[in-house]
């Protein structure tokens, strides 16, 4: 099949075309129109063209269905060498990519680039899992006999992924799918389809074969129509929890394994022995990186009386400091909010909580009347809580800090847990006890002890507990468990040797 790819990295004042990957092809959609905007400056298009239609939504399932066999059954040189010049494509172009991030979701340049280069490391480290073992093999209680168990890979998978990290979560679901065999239909966030298309440009540009992945840039139902589709084996899904429990729903009907990474209120606990420069330090990185819209991002602290007036003064003087603007000038360390809408919604949740009782607003909270006012941006928002507040529940994804005090350390932990979500927390201190406490009893699948509640290694389990996650943890040998299915062998020979 003829693969013509999207036109070269696209600098500021460029204007991409949006096309998507059906079958191993490059069309041009078949649905309504989608225009792709810079946050910090909205009247700038970064890539414009047509969403995907229904029409090519079923034909990018039919060329995963009918990829499949051929690619489950390539032995794992071949899966992982195509796996592994897509990382080094990845890396080639990560200045360039990286620089196309900033513009397109509007994290800054330096969590741009470093955001194509993590998805090179998780290529990387997918593209080597064929030469780790695959099964396991149990002893018989009768003789002769052994039992294995095989890891199969389970057919074409439905990857949904959401704006904020446009080029890393993509490449932590599609990487081991490919790599256990399986082929992709993937819908990314409509948000941002440039970063979404140099992915599968990477990979076509590694090899890989036509149909194994198709991209679909569409809305809300198409993703619907992808995951219900009778083509498809199994869901992978990161976004909202509301979204995702709709999700869960539907498969649940279907009888359709799903995989979720959902909301998160991520909590910092600061004892009363930290080292409180390098609390400030993480908690700032935690709340602001990528303008606090990350499902790890801490937007609760828990600060123990002891240390809390010194460490609010020092963490609001720090949130006061941090110089907001254009993500692609280097100085900047935070820029803006994926759209305007997202900003006004953010906004319209803290002016609401700053007239009740009990909350105090310590940085931020009002959007800028400056030249920034036309851009998606917000300041570091710092807000002091006394008691319970919607701001301490409701996951505002955004550069929004909520701060409530504790009587002790062990109250101060028991706060962390005050949340329906259990995605990551962080706890800084040195005190053995309170670290023992901690492992034992903050309900998260992510626990940090001195650095900040944000943050993933390709080679770990991610993925979080209570309202946070659905199904099997994401990325390291913990991805095997979704993206392949097990049969137990019992393994004879029918009689002996000689015959
Ligand atoms: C990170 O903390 O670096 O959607 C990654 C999210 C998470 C990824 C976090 N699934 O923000």
């Given at each position: 099949?003829?693969?013509?790819?999207?036109?070269?990295?696209?600098?500021?004042?460029?204007?991409?075309?949006?096309?998507?990957?059906?079958?191993?092809?490059?069309?041009?959609?078949?649905?309504?129109?989608?225009?792709?905007?810079?946050?910090?400056?909205?009247?700038?298009?970064?890539?414009?063209?047509?969403?995907?239609?229904?029409?090519?939504?079923?034909?990018?399932?039919?060329?995963?269905?009918?990829?499949?066999?051929?690619?489950?059954?390539?032995?794992?040189?071949?899966?992982?060498?195509?796996?592994?010049?897509?990382?080094?494509?990845?890396?080639?172009?990560?200045?360039?990519?990286?620089?196309?991030?900033?513009?397109?979701?509007?994290?800054?340049?330096?969590?741009?680039?470093?955001?194509?280069?993590?998805?090179?490391?998780?290529?990387?480290?997918?593209?080597?899992?064929?030469?780790?073992?695959?099964?396991?093999?149990?002893?018989?209680?009768?003789?002769?006999?052994?039992?294995?168990?095989?890891?199969?890979?389970?057919?074409?998978?439905?990857?949904?992924?959401?704006?904020?990290?446009?080029?890393?979560?993509?490449?932590?679901?599609?990487?081991?799918?490919?790599?256990?065999?399986?082929?992709?239909?993937?819908?990314?966030?409509?948000?941002?389809?440039?970063?979404?298309?140099?992915?599968?440009?990477?990979?076509?540009?590694?090899?890989?074969?036509?149909?194994?992945?198709?991209?679909?840039?569409?809305?809300?139902?198409?993703?619907?129509?992808?995951?219900?589709?009778?083509?498809?084996?199994?869901?992978?899904?990161?976004?909202?929890?509301?979204?995702?429990?709709?999700?869960?729903?539907?498969?649940?009907?279907?009888?359709?394994?799903?995989?979720?990474?959902?909301?998160?209120?991520?909590?910092?606990?600061?004892?009363?022995?930290?080292?409180?420069?390098?609390?400030?330090?993480?908690?700032?990185?935690?709340?602001?990186?990528?303008?606090?819209?990350?499902?790890?991002?801490t937007s609760r602290v828990v600060v123990t009386d002891a240390v809390?007036?010194?460490?609010?003064?020092?963490?609001?003087?720090?949130?006061?400091?941090?110089?907001?603007?254009?993500?692609?000038?280097?100085?900047?360390?935070?820029?803006?909010?994926?759209?305007?809408?997202?900003?006004?919604?953010?906004?319209?949740?803290?002016?609401?909580?700053?007239?009740?009782?009990?909350?105090?607003?310590?940085?931020?909270?009002?959007?800028?009347?400056?030249?920034?006012?036309d851009g998606a941006f917000l300041p570091p928002t710092v807000v002091?809580?006394?008691?319970?507040?919607?701001?301490?529940?409701?996951?505002?994804?955004?550069?929004?800090?909520?701060?409530?005090?504790?009587?002790?350390?062990?109250?101060?932990?028991?706060?962390?847990?005050?949340?329906?979500?259990?995605?990551?927390?962080?706890?800084?201190?040195?005190?053995?006890?309170?670290?023992?406490?901690?492992?034992?009893?903050?309900?998260?699948?992510?626990?940090?002890?001195?650095?900040?509640?944000?943050?993933?290694?390709?080679?770990?389990?991610?993925?979080?507990?209570?309202?946070?996650?659905?199904?099997?943890?994401?990325?390291?040998?913990?991805?095997?468990?979704?993206?392949?299915?097990?049969?137990?062998?019992?393994?004879?020979?029918?009689?002996?040797?000689?015959?």
């Amino acid at each position: 099949m003829t693969v013509s790819a999207p036109e070269q990295a696209s600098g500021a004042g460029t204007v991409a075309t949006i096309r998507h990957l059906v079958a191993g092809s490059w069309t041009d959609g078949d649905g309504g129109e989608l225009v792709d905007t810079n946050p910090a400056r909205p009247s700038e298009v970064v890539a414009r063209g047509k969403l995907a239609g229904t029409e090519e939504l079923d034909a990018a399932v039919q060329g995963a269905v009918a990829a499949f066999p051929g690619w489950a059954a390539t032995p794992f040189p071949g899966r992982g060498e195509i796996l592994a010049r897509a990382a080094a494509v990845l890396d080639a172009n990560a200045p360039a990519w990286g620089a196309e991030l900033a513009r397109e979701e509007g994290k800054t340049l330096a969590e741009g680039v470093g955001e194509v280069r993590r998805a090179a490391e998780i290529f990387r480290f997918f593209a080597t899992e064929g030469l780790r073992p695959i099964g396991e093999v149990y002893a018989s209680p009768r003789p002769g006999e052994q039992i294995q168990l095989v890891h199969r890979p389970v057919g074409p998978v439905a990857v949904i992924t959401p704006f904020n990290f446009p080029i890393a979560i993509p490449a932590w679901k599609i990487a081991p799918a490919l790599a256990y065999g399986n082929t992709v239909v993937w819908k990314p966030a409509s948000s941002v389809p440039l970063l979404a298309m140099r992915l599968a440009e990477a990979l076509v540009e590694a090899g890989l074969p036509g149909g194994v992945l198709s991209l679909v840039i569409g809305e809300g139902a198409i993703g619907g129509r992808l995951v219900e589709h009778p083509g498809i084996s199994r869901v992978t899904f990161t976004g909202s929890t509301g979204v995702g429990r709709r999700l869960i729903e539907r498969c649940g009907a279907l009888g359709r394994p799903i995989q979720t990474e959902m909301g998160g209120k991520n909590a910092a606990a600061v004892l009363g022995d930290a080292d409180l420069e390098l609390a400030v330090d993480q908690v700032i990185a935690g709340a602001f990186r990528s303008t606090g819209q990350k499902c790890t991002a801490t937007s609760r602290v828990v600060v123990t009386d002891a240390v809390a007036d010194e460490f609010v003064a020092r963490l609001t003087a720090r949130a006061d400091a941090l110089a907001v603007g254009d993500p692609t000038d280097a100085a900047v360390q935070m820029g803006p909010l994926v759209s305007g809408a997202a900003r006004d919604g953010v906004l319209a949740a803290v002016a609401g909580a700053t007239g009740r009782a009990g909350v105090r607003l310590l940085a931020g909270g009002t959007a800028y009347t400056d030249e920034r006012a036309d851009g998606a941006f917000l300041p570091p928002t710092v807000v002091e809580l006394a008691g319970d507040d919607p701001l301490w529940r409701e996951e505002l994804f955004g550069p929004v800090l909520a701060v409530r005090r504790a009587a002790t350390d062990r109250e101060a932990l028991e706060l962390v847990n005050d949340s329906v979500f259990g995605l990551s927390a962080a706890v800084f201190t040195d005190n053995l006890q309170a670290v023992m406490t901690a492992m034992e009893t903050v309900d998260v699948g992510i626990l940090h002890i001195n650095s900040e509640t944000a943050g993933a290694d390709p080679h770990v389990p991610f993925g979080g507990s209570k309202e946070s996650g659905f199904g099997p943890k994401e990325q390291g040998r913990a991805a095997r468990e979704f993206f392949t299915t097990t049969t137990t062998v019992y393994l004879k020979a029918s009689g002996p040797l000689e015959r």
